[in-house]
């Protein structure tokens, strides 16, 4: 096999077409009511065009994967190759993504756009400023932090406790200078000195609402709700208090526009919306996926992180707000990944090792079992590397077949859509097997909200159970009093294991799920349970991906990947 350039090197020898070309495919007239080109290569879809698609019969796969290691899984790639594979067979079929935040662009990660021969395009612009919608989300959330501490200035009418402000400002970037800040330090009469702290823009309330809304009057609406502060009384404060949801929404107008690119195979996809799985419920927006399912026959989408974090949310959190449903979920895999989770050193990886490979296969066996409680068809997707062996895919064949589950061994990275066939026909098969009155939520609204955290730490974890101070089973109380006691649970916790130790592998069982913080996202209409010492404003690695990011000397982006 000759070598493979480097993803932006690939991206820039693509056959880009005018994305006009793109939508005609999926029957979209080039008409301004449809959509509004963002340059050539990027759109906007039009609200007032989407209200007038009719619904179909179409089928939604969720794509999802073990837990992350620094192996790589590749679950962005898989959505785009799959959804390539899926038009290779002859099936119409549209990616739906999440947007790159700038925090991972330059931290750990890179780009986010796939990779390889899976790439959605124009893959910079895509993985920087894009069509400014983080950019927006960002201004939205600030703007009303600017407004509680004005209000507060100019004699605090609502009688706002500035000890009991529980809203914080945000940026897009990994900033962990930022974590507590001291604000109103200038010597004002009406300034009151007080704690603060930053969040990363994914992580923000209303990153979470522009992805659960589904039209502006909804997102106008959910804003409005957001609890921003207590009185000293305890009494709520919410946005709507501060005449803030329409100044917010009015940022938001156009960023709630779904945005339209395309594959490197010129099929459809849409990126919109970005909260992070760890921190957040991981899942592009409602506007996007339901577009696409009034557009195509075949959607596929993805949930952040593992299966256990971001399709857990994808399928007790978005399904729920939005009443969807997938009909195939696909596991992605690498035998890298799963050797590190049986014990086997990053370095040492490239080499077979059967029983290395044997001891990791249990954290595949959890999320497909994890799946399956929901009532859904699993496909398991090995993404497949050069330094795999013959003897090791036949292990983890013999071992999903075992379980009554079909794998197909993918060379999308190298191969694109070509290299995703096989799975394209496992997954028709998979959603012409599923049965829609199969599928359950883990937990019923009902439940308490205890026993909703509970219910996610055994099931889905394997732990014995949860561990919280007086005072955070108080405040849950409280939540349940005030009438917030049927929202859903967004568990913040390590995407590195199924437990709170990001170094304990594998699928361990008989953990402790420790709950060091609750937080009432009344907007959003859930309930973040922080776990374990997860940050809500990540830190920079000790060398960022942002120090091999340059412009040349043809003024072309380098070092993204």
């Given at each position: 096999m000759s070598k493979i350039g480097s993803d932006i090197e690939i991206a820039r020898e693509a056959k880009i077409k005018p994305i006009g070309e793109v939508l005609a495919k999926l029957n979209i007239p080039d008409d301004p009511f449809a959509f509004s080109?963002?340059?050539?290569?990027?759109?906007?879809?039009?609200?007032?065009?989407?209200?007038?698609?009719?619904?179909?019969?179409?089928?939604?796969?969720?794509?999802?994967?073990?837990?992350?290691?620094?192996?790589?899984?590749?679950?962005?790639?898989?959505?785009?190759?799959?959804?390539?594979?899926?038009?290779?067979?002859?099936?119409?079929?549209?990616?739906?993504?999440?947007?790159?935040?700038?925090g991972p662009s330059f931290g750990m990660k890179g780009g986010a756009a796939g990779g390889g021969y899976a790439q959605v395009i124009p893959m910079e612009q895509i993985n920087l400023h894009f069509t400014g919608d983080f950019h927006a989300i960002t201004s939205a959330h600030n703007l009303l932090s600017a407004l509680i501490d004005n209000h507060i200035y100019w004699g605090n009418k609502l009688n706002i406790d500035p000890e009991k402000?529980?809203?914080?400002?945000?940026?897009?970037?990994?900033?962990?200078?930022?974590?507590?800040?001291?604000?109103?330090?200038?010597?004002?009469?009406?300034?009151?000195?007080?704690?603060?702290?930053?969040?990363?823009?994914?992580?923000?309330?209303?990153?979470?609402?522009?992805?659960?809304?589904?039209?502006?009057?909804?997102?106008?609406?959910?804003?409005?709700?957001?609890?921003?502060a207590y009185t000293k009384d305890k009494k709520p404060i919410y946005a709507k208090d501060l005449n803030a949801q329409g100044p917010m929404t009015v940022l938001l107008k156009e960023a709630i526009r779904p945005n339209a690119v395309q594959t490197l195979e010129n099929n459809l996809a849409i990126v919109h919306g970005g909260p992070f799985a760890n921190i957040a419920h991981g899942c592009n927006s409602i506007l996007a996926t339901k577009t696409a399912l009034k557009l195509s026959d075949y959607v596929v989408t993805e949930a952040g992180f593992g299966a256990d974090l971001g399709a857990e949310k994808f399928l007790n959190i978005k399904c729920r707000e939005a009443n969807i449903q997938p009909d195939c979920v696909v596991l992605v895999a690498t035998i890298r990944a799963l050797k590190m989770h049986g014990g086997i050193e990053k370095d040492?990886?490239?080499?077979?090792?059967?029983?290395?490979?044997?001891?990791?296969?249990?954290?595949?066996?959890?999320?497909?079992?994890?799946?399956?409680?929901?009532?859904?068809?699993?496909?398991?997707?090995?993404?497949?590397?050069?330094?795999?062996?013959?003897?090791?895919?036949?292990?983890?064949?013999?071992?999903?077949?075992?379980?009554?589950?079909?794998?197909?061994?993918?060379?999308?990275?190298?191969?694109?859509?070509?290299?995703?066939?096989?799975?394209?026909?496992?997954?028709?098969?998979?959603?012409?097997k599923n049965k829609k009155e199969n599928f359950k939520y883990l937990y019923s609204n009902e439940m308490n909200i205890l026993k909703k955290i509970e219910t996610i730490a055994k099931e889905i974890y394997g732990a014995n159970g949860i561990e919280l101070e007086d005072k955070i089973k108080e405040q849950i109380k409280e939540i349940e009093r005030a009438g917030f006691g049927k929202f859903p649970i967004c568990i913040a916790k390590t995407q590195y294991s199924f437990s709170t130790d990001p170094k304990l592998k594998g699928a361990p069982s008989g953990h402790t799920l420790s709950v060091r913080e609750v937080r009432l996202s009344t907007g959003a209409k859930f309930i973040v349970v922080v776990c374990g010492a997860i940050m809500t404003m990540p830190g920079l690695p000790r060398v960022p991906a942002a120090n091999s990011i340059k412009l040349n000397k043809k003024g072309e982006v380098e070092g993204l990947f």
């Open positions: 080109p963002m340059g050539r290569h990027v759109a906007k879809l039009n609200l007032e065009y989407i209200s007038t698609l009719k619904e179909k019969k179409s089928n939604l796969i969720l794509v999802t994967a073990i837990t992350p290691t620094p192996a790589g899984e590749g679950k962005t790639t898989t959505s785009v190759g799959l959804s390539d594979g899926l038009n290779k067979i002859g099936k119409q079929s549209v990616v739906c993504l999440r947007e790159p935040s700038l402000i529980v809203w914080k400002r945000v940026v897009d970037l990994n900033d962990r200078g930022l974590r507590k800040i001291k604000i109103n330090l200038e010597k004002l009469k009406s300034n009151i000195p007080r704690d603060d702290s930053f969040d990363i823009t994914v992580a923000s309330e209303v990153m979470a609402i522009f992805c659960l809304s589904n039209n502006l009057k909804d997102l106008e609406e959910k804003i409005g709700n957001i609890t921003v040492n990886l490239k080499k077979e090792n059967l029983e290395g490979l044997k001891k990791g296969l249990p954290n595949l066996e959890r999320h497909i079992q994890n799946i399956k409680k929901f009532g859904l068809e699993v496909v398991v997707a090995i993404n497949h590397f050069v330094t795999d062996t013959d003897n090791e895919v036949k292990v983890i064949q013999e071992y999903c077949s075992k379980m009554g589950i079909k794998i197909s061994l993918c060379t999308h990275w190298s191969n694109g859509g070509e290299g995703t066939k096989d799975l394209a026909m496992h997954v028709v098969d998979a959603c012409k």
